[in-house]
Every structure is written in C-alpha cells, then in structure tokens.
C-alpha cells in the first residue's frame, strides 16, 4: 500500500508507540487517583504537559489535554458564545466542519454568524475579515492552514486586528502543528490533534491562552484544572507529548523531506498529464498537500481506481448517499462546479520515499487516461 493521505491520519510512530506503552498496560492507576498508581499516571500527565507548554512556548496553565482538533475548535466557539451569551461570530469559509458547524448550532441559539470567503490563491483577506466584524463581534475564527488545500491563512495579521477589537481570535492547527510553530502569540486559542503528526487517534490539545476567557464545555470532575471533566487519557496524552516532541525536534529535517516528495510528484502531474491544475497557491503553502484537479475526471473516480492499485489518497468533495458535491472551499476559491468535483489531495508523510512517489505517479497517469478513455 501507498499511503498518500497523510493529512487524515497518520501512522502512529514506534517511539510514540514505546512510550505509551505502560499506561497501556501496567501503569492503569485514574490520574485522579490518591495512591501510588494515580500518582504515577498523573506524574506521566504532568510531564506531557511540561514537554508541550516548553516546546509550544507557553505555560503549563495554558495546554489543555482534550480528544483533538474537533474537540478544541468546539469548546473554543461554544465556550465563548455560552460566555458572552450574544453576539457575533466571524469565520472563514473554509473552515474545518467542527467549527463552520459549531457556528452553525450557534446561529441556531440566535447567534449571527458571517463567513468570509477565500481568494482565488485559496487564502482568506485579513482586511476582508476585518470588515465582516462589528461592533458586536466576540469570535473569530481562521485556520492556520486549510485541510484541502494545505494553503497557510495570514493568521498574524487576523491575529492583530482580532486583538485590536477585543475580539477572541482561535486558529485551527490541525493541518499545521507537524510543519510551523504554533502561533501562541498571535491567537487566544488554538488545537491540534496529535493522530496528524505520527500519535495516537482521540487526543490533542487545546492551547488556551491566560486572559482568554471560555466557558467550559465539559462539566464533571476537577480534571484539567477543572476545565474539562472525564478521566483523562493517560496514554493518549503521553503519545501526544512524545508525538509533538518529535515533531519539534525533527521538523527542518521532515518538512525538507517532505517537500522534496511534494514536489517531485507535483512536477511530473502537472508536466506529464494534460489538462492538470493545482488548487491554490503553491507559494502559500504547507509541504504535505496538493490539491489537484484533473480535467474530465471525477475526484471520486480516481480515489476508487486508485485505492484499487493500492494508493491511497482522498478527494476534497463531499460524497452523500453516492452523489459527489463539488468542494466547498475550491467553489469559494472561484472554481466552477466541475472542476470542484474533480480534485484530489495527495497528502505526504514522513514515512513516504522517493520509489512510492513514482510509483504512485505511474498509478495516477494511467488512471487518468483510463478515465478520459471512458474506462478502456
Ligand atoms: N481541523 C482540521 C483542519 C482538520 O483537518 C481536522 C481533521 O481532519 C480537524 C480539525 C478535526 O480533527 P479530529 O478529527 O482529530 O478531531
């Protein structure tokens, strides 16, 4: 198998692996628990707590151990809202479904919500996020980087204007937590989700910085300083420290890497088969993504023929009851229906090589004229 999807899960790393291990196995103790095996689990709590805080540059008091990015974006949106009670919220278009739809909810409870769409390079306009505020604007939200596109948003400007307004600026870092630092000092919140970068599946964090006021969306025990009620994850958090470490420590050596695959592939698609275009602008983004339309191909169909050859990659468009709905983000990109429905993202990991690009090359040439052949 190729595995060219990397931007929806990742393979759990070995050393990640090892150091999960014992909260696994033998060390089970309740991290709330009063006794030797409690105080093991909390110590491993507190410790993953202290490598993140460190490497992400904030404080201890400011990570919050939560199941991922959906989580995080979720209890950001709706923590301020149940805060603030009323008001208005600013979103980009193009932005992952736990928070467009959170807002959505919002808007349910008589919040007003206005989405600003991206340019055609695939980035949102901070002075187009800065008109859609008013004066009775509480939240805003731009991701770091879009899942489908891997097009880096200009988060330090929106960051600055959010700031200059009193308004609660959280940034989704799902898509960008391996490649970029996280921009602690340019957001209120942010989220990652550790399953991106070589850890486990159901954990992340939520970087929720001092002064930033949430309500909170999870009430139960005193867990997360009493942020987030529910037995915490011991090895899931653990994984996610080892994961993020990792990461830090090996990221000038990881993105080049990737790149380097990135745009190899790149380069023969848009060369060797006609009627290509990528989506986006290349200049703007993240290494580990292309999203790619091919001229009188479904992106479904070439997912299908693909997975049969053994590579796996994913479309952008949303498949419902087996009819395929253009992207969203490249309609609002500017791209007609067709070409919306066309797309595909090769997404790119560390654990990829040179031979699986070329191999996944010639797999995607003679899918494409399999297709524009009507199937010969
Ligand atoms: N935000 C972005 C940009 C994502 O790409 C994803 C998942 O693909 C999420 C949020 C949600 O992450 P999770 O499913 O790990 O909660």
């Not at 939520?206 to 025990?221: E, P, Q, T």
């Amino acid at each position: 198998m190729i595995y060219l999807d990397n931007a929806a899960s990742t393979k759990l790393d070995e050393e990640v692996l090892t150091a999960m291990m014992p909260y696994l196995t033998e060390q089970y103790g309740n991290a709330q628990s009063q006794h030797a095996a409690g105080r093991a689990s909390a110590n491993a709590v507190m410790m993953a707590r202290d490598k993140i805080y460190a490497l992400a540059g904030c404080s201890a008091h400011e990570v919050y151990f939560v199941s991922g990015g959906t989580e995080a974006g979720n209890t950001a949106l709706k923590g301020v809202c149940a805060l603030r009670k009323k008001g208005h919220l600013v979103l980009s278009s193009i932005e992952h479904a736990s928070l467009s739809e959170s807002a959505l909810d919002m808007q349910k409870l008589g919040f007003d919500v206005t989405f600003v769409q991206p340019e055609s390079d695939g980035a949102v306009l901070a002075e187009n996020v800065a008109k859609a505020m008013r004066e009775d604007t509480i939240f805003c939200a731009v991701m770091a980087a879009n899942n489908e596109t891997g097009v880096i948003q200009p988060i330090e400007e929106i960051g600055k204007i959010c700031r200059e307004r009193g308004v609660f600026f959280y940034t989704d870092c799902v898509q960008t937590a391996a490649y970029l630092p996280l921009p602690v000092n340019c957001a209120d919140a942010m989220g990652f989700s550790s399953h991106k970068f070589y850890g486990p599946k159901g954990a992340g964090a939520l970087i929720l910085k001092k002064g930033s006021k949430v309500f909170r969306l999870i009430s139960g025990g005193m867990q997360e300083m009493g942020f987030r009620g529910g037995t915490v994850n011991t090895a899931g958090i653990v994984g996610t420290a080892a994961a993020y470490e990792k990461a830090c420590l090996n990221r000038e050596k990881v993105n080049a890497h990737i790149k380097n695959l990135r745009d190899k592939f790149l380069n023969r698609v848009l060369t060797e088969i006609n009627g290509t275009r990528l989506n986006g602008d290349l200049n703007k983004m993240l290494p580990s993504i292309l999203n790619i339309s091919f001229d009188g191909c479904d992106g479904e169909n070439i997912l299908f023929l693909l997975d049969l050859k053994g590579v796996c990659v994913s479309t952008g468009a949303a498949c419902a009851a087996g009819a395929v709905s253009p992207s969203d983000t490249l309609i609002t990109m500017g791209c007609g229906a067709s070409e919306a429905k066309s797309p595909v993202r090769f997404s790119f990991g560390k654990h990829n090589t040179e031979k699986e690009i070329y191999l996944a090359f010639e797999a995607l040439k003679s899918t494409v004229e399999k297709i524009r052949n009507n199937g010969k």
